[in-house]
C-alpha cells in the first residue's frame, strides 16, 4: 500500500520522500562564570531599583536664599523697604531629587518681578508682598516637584518708583569759543528718563553737551571741527534724583572755528607798588622811556578782546622795599598783572605773555624833611 504523504496528487509532479528527522539538543553545562554574570546582572537591577526608590522617597528640608525684586530698566525701579538684607529660610518637602533640584535654585537666588510674579504688585508706591504664597507659585520653584511649607520672614515691603521717559534736546557748551554759524548736535534730541513724580521745571530741561579739557586743548586754531564721545551732563536739578538717566552718555558734535586763539600787541604801564613808609619817605622816578613797555599777548580770542577794548589793562609791578630804595637806584623784573575795576589780580593762565619779564630801573631819593 503506497504511503499518500509520498505522493503527488496533482498530475505531472514528480513524486517527493520525507524523511524524519529526530531533533535533538545539547545542553551546556552550568558554569562559575555563568552563574557570576547572573549574579552581577541581578544586583545591578536591583541597585538601580533601590536607587530609584531612594531617589523618589520624601524627604523635607530648610535652605537659605536671596529673594530680589527686579524692576523695569527704564520703566520701574523697586527696592525693598524696611531694611531687610534680602534673606530668606524657606522650608519645603518632596522627593530626594526634587529637593537637590530645589537647593540649587535657592542657592543661586530667586528673582520677583513685579507684574510677572503673582503678588507682586507693579504700581508706583510701597506694597507688601506675601513671600510664602509667591514663592509656592513661583514657576522655577514649582518645575522642580518641591512644596513649599514655610518662608522666613513671611512678608516684606517693596517700593516701587515708576519711571517715565521725557525726549530734552541737546544744548553743546562752546562758551571759550568763537564760532561760525551754527553747532551741529548728533543726536539733536536725547531720552531723559525720571521718575514720574519728578516736576518738570518751567521750559523744560536740557542737557549739555560739555567737551572734555583734553578736547579742547586739541582743537585746531580755526577750521572745522569734528567731536565725537563728547559727554552728556544731566541736569542740576536732577543731580542727585535717583533713577534719573540718559539714554546716552555721549554725542558728536561739528561746528567751524573763527579762531579759538588770537595774539595782540599791547602797553602795559608800570606801576610801583611800595608800601606807605617807603612811598612816604622816598620819592621813585623811572625814566619815561621804561614807563610803558610793549608787549605781545595771546590766548583765547574772548580774553584778549577784552584787553583790546579796555574793559582789561596790563599793568607792570615793580614791587620796591624800604631796604632797595634805600640803595638809590634798584632794578628788577616786573611782574605782570590784571587791572580789573581798580583792582589788580594775576593774569589768567589762558592768556600768555611772549618773552621774558622786562627789567626796569627806577631811582630813589629821600624826601626833605618838612
Known sequence: MSDPLAESSVPGETKQSFIPVDLVVE??????WSRLRTFVLVSVIACTIWLFAEGESLGQETGLTRVFFVGEPGRLITETDGG??????VTFKGSRRALQRAQRLLDAGISLKPGLDEGVNASGGVHSVQLLDTLRRHAALSQTGVSIESV??????I??????EVPVPVRPELNDLVLIGDVQVTPEEVTLVVPDATPEPEGGWEVAARPTPKQLRELPVSGDVTLTDVPLVMPNSLGSVRGA????????????????QRTASLDAGVRVLADADATERFRITISPEQQSLPVRVSGSRDLVDRFDSGEYKLVAALSLSSEELEGGVVSKPVRFMLLDGGALRPVP??????????????????????
Open 245 to 260: 538717566s540718559l539714554s546716552r552718555a555721549r554725542v558728536l558734535l561739528r561746528f567751524q572755528v573763527a579762531s579759538a
Open 27 to 32: 545542553q551546556q553545562p552550568v558554569t562559575f
Open 159 to 164: 517700593l516701587n518708583t515708576v519711571l517715565r
Open 84 to 89: 531687610w538684607d534680602n534673606r530668606a529660610t
Open 349 to 370: 593762565d589762558a592768556v600768555t605773555i611772549a618773552g621774558e619779564p622786562p627789567i626796569v630801573s627806577a631811582s630813589a631819593t629821600e624826601r626833605s624833611a618838612p
Open 152 to 157: 522666613s520672614p513671611s512678608s516684606v515691603n
